[in-house]
């Protein structure tokens, strides 16, 4: 067997400008969805969330923060929060995902943190990490939400973390199809120009909120990791690959 020793980058506000962001890769021409996230992540970095990736254009890397200044609705003292976990394409099952969730483990040790979380699911659903690879990790389940969304945490000192309160309400006063969403993920501007296009021609209401504030990500009324959808006043899912068929199916409840 070969060594292992692949070469990693930190994202920093020095490199940010210059380096690419895994999830979609353009050398040249700029992307809106890649610019909004090197938005987000100029105000991110400061307070103390890492990106991590490969240094080849690929879409190898890890994303997490400080829970405290996670945008989600999960409570926990101490914790840092995994975002994003990604070994794609021909760089899935040789050691990347492996390579990036030890340094994310040793970082939260270094940093004396109580442990790391993240959101999964009793069926894994797309857009979330892998949760049976976090789970030879010694990740294990600390909180469910009513329709199957699950907390899952390493734990150092024992403690564990919670979804909020508001986040297992899964309810809004809202019928229309309604999607809360920030700029984290570089997928989420044309998801947005394709949801409208798709209800303009369907002639289906649509309501788009942004969460733009830390405050607003906390106070979300489900679960949430960049994206969530609800239609007649539920809540539907964190898929950010909403493709007709899927909206379709949705939109038939």
């Not at 209800?199 to 649509?206: D, G, I, K, Q, T």
Request: charged share 25%; with cysteine.
């Amino acid at each position: 067997m070969e060594d292992f020793n692949p070469n990693f980058v930190n994202l920093t506000p020095e490199n940010l400008a210059s380096e690419h962001l895994c999830c979609i890769i353009r050398s040249k021409k700029l992307h809106p969805g890649v610019e909004a996230k090197r938005q987000w992540l100029s105000d991110r970095l400061k307070e103390g969330h890492v990106f991590r990736k490969l240094d080849a254009k690929a879409a190898v890397f890890i994303e997490y923060a400080p829970l405290e200044t996670a945008w989600v609705p999960i409570t926990g003292d101490n914790y840092y929060y995994l975002y994003c976990l990604w070994a794609t394409g021909s760089y899935k099952g040789k050691g990347y995902g492996k390579a990036l969730l030890q340094y994310c483990v040793a970082d939260a040790k270094a940093k004396g943190k109580s442990g790391i979380c993240m959101l999964g699911a009793k069926k894994q659903k797309a857009w979330l990490t892998d949760q049976s690879f976090a789970k030879k990790f010694g990740f294990e389940v600390v909180d469910t939400t009513p329709n199957g969304y699950e907390l899952l945490a390493l734990t150092f000192d024992g403690t564990t973390p919670r979804f909020a309160p508001n986040a297992k309400a899964e309810t809004i006063e809202n019928n229309e199809l309604t999607v809360y969403y920030d700029m984290q993920c570089p997928y989420i501007l044309q998801t947005i120009e394709m949801l409208k296009q798709y209800c303009e021609v369907n002639s289906v209401p649509l309501s788009l909120v942004p969460v733009d504030t830390l405050q607003k990500a906390k106070e979300l009324p489900c679960v949430f990791n960049n994206w969530a959808v609800f239609y007649k006043r539920k809540f539907e899912t964190v898929n950010l690959l909403l493709d007709p068929n899927n909206l379709k199916r949705i939109l038939k409840k």
